[in-house]
């Protein structure tokens, strides 16, 4: 069974660091893409970008290009979320998905991750 | 860049109600369309994908239509389960969401 299981909810001040986790089981890591998606607090899906943990190609949303970085551990089956300088507006529940091999249609999705950047 | 514009923004229909969702691409992405379900504090789920084709083990009163610019997402009869946001999403030029529809009961 594919399961993608994150790691736990953060509470952090603006300026700090973070890294989240979303770790990949019963498939082979390296064969598929993962990718992130925000949801702000009542608001939409945005797509942040997606890493092929096979090769570490990395792709980013210009709207996100820059903001974060997306990195995998292929030796752990782990895909990661980071940022080096938190902002209130990072806010939001992130999640990490996995599409078929076409890179794009989303079909196993991990439960979320909440952060919240407050001073 | 594809700009995505779905409505309408939330509607309100009975049980039994036909729904309709449109979602409109701001240039041709051919059937690279795919349509999500998302329950409130939960994960998106996958419901139709490549525009018309429906996932495995979702209900046939769902169904997905268009290509080039202009898509169709209709629930036949709505039943109290399908209360959730539908979001579309294209594939044609990296990824992008529409806005989202939040589907009520009347």
């Known amino acids: 069974e594919v399961q993608l299981v994150q790691s736990g909810a953060e509470v952090k001040k603006p300026g700090e660091s973070l890294k989240i986790s979303c770790k990949g089981s019963?498939?082979?890591?390296?064969?598929?893409?993962i990718g992130w998606v925000r949801q702000m607090p009542g608001k939409g899906l945005e797509w942040m970008g997606i890493?092929?943990?096979?090769?570490?190609?990395?792709r980013y949303s210009p709207s996100f290009q820059g903001q974060v970085t997306i990195s995998a551990d292929k030796s752990i089956s782990t895909a990661y979320l980071q940022w080096s300088s938190l902002k209130a507006s990072d806010t939001a529940m992130y999640y990490c998905?996995?599409?078929?091999?076409?890179?794009?249609?989303?079909?196993?999705w991990g439960q979320g991750t909440l952060v919240t950047v407050s001073s | 860049d594809i700009q995505m514009t779905q409505s309408p923004s939330s509607l309100s229909a009975s049980v039994g109600d036909r729904v309709t969702i449109t979602c409109q691409a701001s240039?041709?992405?051919?059937?690279?369309l795919n349509w999500y379900q998302q329950k409130p504090g939960k994960a998106p789920k996958l419901l139709i994908y490549?525009?018309?084709n429906l996932e495995t083990g979702v209900p046939s009163r769902f169904s997905g239509s268009g290509s080039g610019t202009d898509f169709t997402f209709t629930i036949s009869s709505l039943q109290p389960e399908d209360i959730a946001t539908y979001y579309c999403?294209?594939?044609?030029?990296?990824?992008?969401f529409g806005g989202g529809t939040k589907v009520e009961i009347k």
């Open positions: 998905a996995r599409p078929r091999r076409d890179g794009y249609t989303y079909d196993y």
């Open positions: 019963g498939y082979s890591f390296t064969s598929y893409w």
């Open positions: 890493i092929y943990p096979g090769d570490s190609d990395t």
């Open positions: 240039q041709d992405i051919s059937n690279y």
């Open positions: 490549d525009a018309s």
């Open positions: 999403q294209q594939y044609d030029n990296l990824l992008l």
